[in-house]
């Protein structure tokens, strides 16, 4: 499996950000070709201080390839290129194959 994840700063307007987020971003988002399990959560907190972000998204794909695929689609062009009309603070993305453990 392969992880996106996608951090937030906080952003000028926060009720403007989460309307926006929850009303037109996820939608496309959701239309991703490939696109396995999504979450997201506004209630980002760190163990100690101040947490550096406001929000975070994880979406999964099969593998890396998938997750490229799914990026470079028109779907995935216009979910980057939503990301200006709520984001004013930017966004951190990452990806990665997720390591399974146990005990």
Do not use: C
């Not at 392969?2 to 988002?29: E, G, I, Q, S, W």
């Amino acid at each position: 499996m392969h992880k996106l994840v996608v951090l937030y700063p906080l952003p000028a307007d926060p009720d403007h950000f989460r309307d926006y987020y929850v009303t037109n971003h996820l939608p496309l988002v959701t239309r991703l070709p490939g696109l396995l399990a999504w979450r997201y959560s506004f209630d980002v907190a760190a163990t100690q201080g101040q947490a550096p972000y406001f929000a975070v998204f994880e979406a999964e794909f099969a593998d890396a390839a998938a997750m490229t695929a799914a990026r470079a689609s028109p779907q995935g062009q216009q979910v980057t290129a939503d990301v200006a009309n709520y984001a004013t603070g930017g966004a951190v993305v990452i990806h990665y194959t997720v390591q399974h453990g146990t005990g």
